[in-house]
C-alpha cells in the first residue's frame, strides 16, 4: 500500500504542469459563471412565461360561454405557435437590431449558437443566443394572448391568426426595439422595466381596436341596460389566474437580465417578493371594493384585480420595497374594478377585462415607475402615448383591411349557436345544454 502511495505521488507531481498549462487555457467560473448562469436565469423564467399560455388559456375558457370555449383552446395554442415562427422569422431580430436609427430596422431570422460552442465563440457577457431568443419568444405569445380573450365569442377565427401574424412578425418588434432594443424611447429615458407598456399595454390598444371594430356581443347591451354573460367555469378561470400568477415570477424575475453575481441573484428574489405583494394587494383590493359597491364579493374581479396588480408592477418591480409593491398593487385593483363598468358604459365589449387589466393598469404601473425610479412624469407619458398612437392606429389599420377583405366577425346564427359548433364543428362540452 506504501509503495503505491509513493508511485501515485509521483505520477501527481509530473502531471503538475500539464495540469497547470490546462488551467491556465481553460477559462475560470469567474469568466464563464455570469453567461452560465444568465442562461439559465433565462431558460428557467422562459419556462414559467410560456406556462402564462395555458395560464391565459384557462382563463379565457372559463370566462366565455360553454359554447365558445372549444374556440378559445384553439385561439390560443394557434396563436403562441404563430407567435413562436413570426419571432423566429423577422421579430426577434427587428426587436434586437443592435446599432440602427432607434425607430425601424427589420431584422432576419434567428441563427442560435452552434451546436457544442466553445467559450471562445460565446457571448460571455451576457447569455446564449437559444435562451435569449426563448425567453424574448415567450413574451409576445403574451401580448397576443391579451388580444384573444377581449375580442372572444364573436371572431371568425382565421382573420384572427392573420392578425396575431401582423403583431407578433412586426407591430410589437419595432415598438419593443423602441424600448428594449436600445432605440429613441431608451434614449430618451422611458423606463418600463418588464414590460407594463411594451407588453401589456400594447397587447391592451391592439385588443381595444378590435374591440371597437368588431363591436359587442348579441344581446350584450339592450334597451340601455347591460345584460351579464356568466362564463361557462369558474374553477377554470380561477386555475388561469393562479397559472398567471406563478408565470408572472419568471416574468418579471427573469427580466433582470443577469444572474452572474450575488447582488443579481438578491434582486431577482426581491423582484419576486415584489411581484407576489401586488398581485395580493390587487385581489384584496377587489375584494373590499365589489363587497362595498356590489354588496357580495365578485370573484371575476378578484381574479382581474390580482391581475391588475401584477400588471400593475412589471414596470418596475425592482426598486419598491413591499409596502410600496403594496399599495402599487391595490391601484391596479382599484382600476379593474372602476374601469369594467365604465367599459360598459361605453358599450366596449371586452369579455374577459382584458383592457382594464392590462391596458389601463399597463399606463398606471407606466406611471407608477416614477415613485421609484429616475424617470420623469413627462418622459413616462412620452413613453405611453407612442406605444399608445401606433399600435392603436396600427392595429385599427389592420382590423379595418381584413374586415373588408375577408371579414372578422361570424354571423348572428353561428354566433348564436356558438363558435365552437360554427367556426369548428368540436364543442368543449357536448354532454351538456349549450349555454
Known sequence: MTHFKTLASAAALTALPSLAL????????DEIGPYIMTTLLFCMAGFLVFFMAAGFAMLE??????????MQMTKNIALFSIAAIMYWIVGFNTMYPGDFNGYFALGGQTVLDAVGVSAADAALDYASVGSDFFFQLVFVAATASIVSGAVAERIK?????????????FMYPISGSWQWGGGWLSEAGFSDFAGSTVVHSVGGWAALAGVIVLGPRLGKYKDGKVNPMPGSNLALATLGTFILWLGWFGFNGGSQLAMGTVGDVSDVSRIFANTNMAAAAGAVTALIMTQIMFKKPDLTMILNGALAGLVSITAEPLAPTLFGALWIGAVGGVIVVLAIPMLDKLKLDDVVGAIPVHLFAGIWGTIAVIFYGEASLGTQLMGIIAYGVFTF???LIVWFILKAVMGIRVSEEDEINGLDVSELGMEAYPEFAKG
Open 22 to 29: 490546462a488551467q491556465d487555457a481553460a477559462p475560470g467560473f
Open 61 to 70: 375558457g372559463g370566462l366565455v360561454r360553454s359554447k365558445n370555449v372549444t
Open 393 to 395: 392606429v396600427a392595429s
Open 157 to 169: 377565427l382565421w382573420p384572427f391568426l392573420i392578425f396575431v401574424v401582423v403583431l407578433t412578425g
